[in-house]
Nanobody
Framework: QVQLVESGGGLVQAGGSLRLSCEAS????????MGWFRQAPGKERQFVAH????????NYADSVKDRFTISRDNAANTLYLQMNNLEPEDTAVYYC???????????WGQGTQVTVSS
């Protein structure tokens, strides 16, 4: 099993930046994709970005492309999301997830709140 713990959320003004972290533990050698979703109040969970854990190839939602950067530190088993030029529409709980070999279902973290004030 893999466990995920997010950190780095907080309150920031529009135009500001935050960096989220997600530390993985347990069977980390079984991870092949990690990424981020977010969920705003009253809305469905929305894909933000993901990255291939081995090759580093990344994909982004159109709404965050050119503002957010996903990266990983394999040695530290940590995923990052650098968020720049934040907008009030980015306010949400951000969840880290991992796809692992041998498991059908994704593993999720507990979430971290990001609030962007106008």
């Amino acid at each position: 099993q893999v466990q995920l713990v997010e950190s780095g959320g907080g309150l920031v003004q529009a135009g500001g930046s935050l960096r989220l972290s997600c530390e993985a533990s347990g069977r980390t050698n079984s991870i092949y994709v990690m990424g981020w979703f977010r969920q705003a109040p009253g809305k469905e969970r929305q894909f933000v970005a993901h990255i291939n854990w081995i090759h580093g190839l990344a994909n982004y939602a159109d709404s965050v492309k050119d503002r957010f950067t996903i990266s990983r530190d394999n040695a530290a088993n940590t995923l990052y999301l650098q968020m720049n030029n934040l907008e009030p529409e980015d306010t949400a709980v951000y969840y880290c997830y991992a796809k692992t070999y041998g498991l059908r279902d994704d593993t999720w973290g507990q979430g971290t709140q990001v609030t962007v004030s106008s």
